[in-house]
């Protein structure tokens, strides 16, 4: 194993909470350790209230104002926030040349299934209403924000809401009843992540609500009618079954679905941009894909925002 990826797995071991943490601590320590990754220098970021609920909005250097990415962090719906995935939401943004708008969406236990899927509706329904385009807003997260990235986009769909131009969906955590041999296969690989500890953070979410159901585990989800999505997983994660899975059925369903594996990378490794040349890798990657998108709008005649901020 190479120095960087050495180091990576051990700020995971030497600093996640262990069991019988409480969910204060839980969320502290989570923090304090993704402190540690700090964001470019060069960023500007704005704070912004979206009806009572706390965003900011991320401007890398060469933005453009129209392209959007709405950026919704992981925590397995239970910790993360704004500042500790900020590299991963600024870094993809600087990739597209797009002002990113990441969220504080509510969290379980205290706010369990639905209610992270409604704050990541209504922060799209105020970047529609304050006046992008959906073709020039892409959806994206890692881990429990590429859930609600599917979620989102099938939400949109389904309340016949403008559709955004597509979705990025990293390590995505999709399968909330952890049915696939991954679970199992790679058990003790992935630094991130435990069976035993997925299964408490959907308990948590779920509160009593089925892992079947499609906007809690998208893998059971309808896919048809959804914009391009990327889908982008390590291959040590306990989580590579879903993603495989998803993949395959968005393409049954007629889905526009892009798919790139990592060898040997954990779960949410581009957080570690500054790092790892896979997350660097990863983040290029990504922006490629958001650019194609936000382009092929742009050939059809442009859009500029009228409201300034």
Known sequence: MKDSLR????????????????????????EAMFGQLPAASDLITEKVDI???????QIPPESKEDRVLLYLHGGGFMYGSIKSYRIESSEMGR??????????????????????????????????NQGYQPQNIVIGGGSAGGNLTAALLMN??????????????????????QTGDTYTTKEGV????????LVQLADNYLNGVSPNVPYASPIYGDLRGLPPIYVMVGESELMLRESLTFVTQAALAGVDIRFRSWPSMFHNWLSFYSSLEEAKEGIISAGNFMNELYEKHEKKGGYHVSKSF
């Open 7 to 30: 180091k990576a797995h051990r700020l995971f071991k030497d600093n996640l909470p262990g069991p019988g943490t409480s969910v204060e601590e839980l969320r502290i320590g989570v």
């Open 190 to 197: 992935d630094p991130v992540n435990t069976k035993e500890a």
């Open 95 to 128: 990739a597209a040349k797009a002002r990113v708008l990441s969220i504080n969406y509510r969290l379980a236990p205290e706010h369990p299934f639905p209610a992270p899927i409604d704050d990541a509706l209504k922060a799209y329904d105020w970047l529609l």
């Open 156 to 177: 949109i769909r389904d309340t016949k809401t403008p559709m955004p131009a597509g979705g990025v969906m990293i390590s995505p955590w999709i399968d909330l009843g």
């Open 51 to 57: 009806n009572g609920m706390e965003g900011e909005w």
